[in-house]
């Protein structure tokens, strides 16, 4: 077990501490772990800090990032080298930001992970807790954005005169089929019942 003496001087904490970024390492355990639904990669974890400690060194010098694309900017300065990452670093520098400073003290998915794992000591759950549960949560999420879409498509084109009507019952239905014995079910509830309970697979993996 990590003291609390040698987590806080992981780069994570001490960048955490500098920017006043207070809720950031809650907020990337529960993305990490999937708390909150689908999990999120080390990787883009690394990059949402570092956009985050862009956006707090643009406050430092008074700043809105509103005035600035922070994504973009960000892209600019990973590139390293031609005019996209000199034009970022110069208009940082016209702003006050030390540009050298600021890109220190982005981290590393290494970083991040060594930063959860001992600051702050969490882990990843079991492969096969609940994942089935976030599994389905996450397809019924992506069905409603997709019904939610379909219903504004439909509404936009009825009031532009492009569709007969406005007002219809927009369904999204995902559905899984088996290729051995044709069952078909909507896919989140085959995934909570393990699935459509044939042997067809089985039997025939035994004629080998």
């Known amino acids: 077990m990590t003291t609390e003496a040698s987590g806080a001087n992981t780069k994570v904490?001490?960048?955490i501490r500098e920017y006043g970024l207070d809720d950031m390492g809650a907020n990337l355990e529960a993305a990490w772990t999937g708390e909150a639904g689908e999990r999120t990669s080390l990787r883009d974890l690394?990059?949402?800090f570092n956009q985050a400690v862009l956006e707090a060194a643009l406050r430092?010098?008074?700043v809105s990032s509103l005035s600035v694309d922070v994504s973009?900017?960000?892209?600019?300065?990973?590139g390293e080298s031609g005019s996209s990452s000199t034009r970022a670093r110069r208009r940082l520098e016209r702003e006050?930001?030390?540009?050298d400073e600021l890109t220190g003290d982005f981290v590393t998915h290494q970083a991040i992970h060594t930063y959860l794992t001992q600051e702050r000591e969490a882990s990843l759950p079991a492969a096969d807790e609940n994942m089935a549960d976030r599994k389905v949560e996450t397809i019924e999420k992506l069905q409603g954005r997709v019904s939610a879409?379909?219903?504004s498509a439909v509404s936009s084109l009825a009031n532009a005169g492009e569709l007969d009507r406005d007002g219809y019952d927009v369904l999204v239905d995902v559905r899984a089929v088996c290729p051995n014995c044709g069952a078909d079910a909507p896919v989140g509830e085959l995934i909570r019942r393990g699935g459509c309970g044939c042997t067809a697979a089985s039997e025939g993996d035994g004629d080998e």
């Open 60 to 62: 430092e010098v008074g």
């Open 72 to 78: 973009a900017t960000y892209d600019a300065l990973r």
């Open 149 to 151: 879409v379909a219903e």
């Open 46 to 48: 690394a990059d949402e």
């Open 96 to 99: 006050g930001v030390d540009v």
């Open 13 to 15: 904490a001490r960048v």
